[in-house]
């Protein structure tokens, strides 16, 4: 299995309404390329059943979708609150919504 479809192994294991981090799919497949991770959803060609609007960074801010446009954070933040994640100045709530492995 490639290192893409690894990634997208773990992120359909996110529930809906969670989220995880860049940095959490890196570790649980045992390396430090966090931005890999994110490389790696920048070409997922299979959501919405790989769901990359759950991964964010760290900190709970968004990072990107589809691209760094304003209009992919805009498509990223409607498809969170779709599942009723809340999303305040750009940013999730880390110890109510984060998901680990």
């Known amino acids: 299995m490639g290192f893409d479809s690894r990634v997208y192994s773990l992120l359909k294991r996110v529930p809906q309404g969670k989220v995880t981090t860049y940095k ?3 570790n649980a497949l045992n390396m ?4 890999a991770v994110g490389q790696a959803l920048k070409r997922n060609r299979y959501a919405p ?3 990359c609007q759950r991964v ?6 968004l990072g990107g979708y589809g691209g760094v446009s304003a209009e992919g954070v805009k498509k990223k933040i409607m498809l969170l609150q779709k599942e009723v994640v ?4 750009r940013r999730v709530e880390m110890e109510k919504y984060m998901w680990k492995f």
Do not use: H
Not at 32 to 35: A, I, N, Q, T, V
């Open 49 to 51: 059943s790989v769901p």
């Open 32 to 35: 430090k390329g966090y931005r």
């Open 24 to 26: 959490e799919i890196a």
């Open 86 to 89: 809340e999303v305040r100045n």
């Open 56 to 61: 964010v960074k760290s900190d709970g801010s």
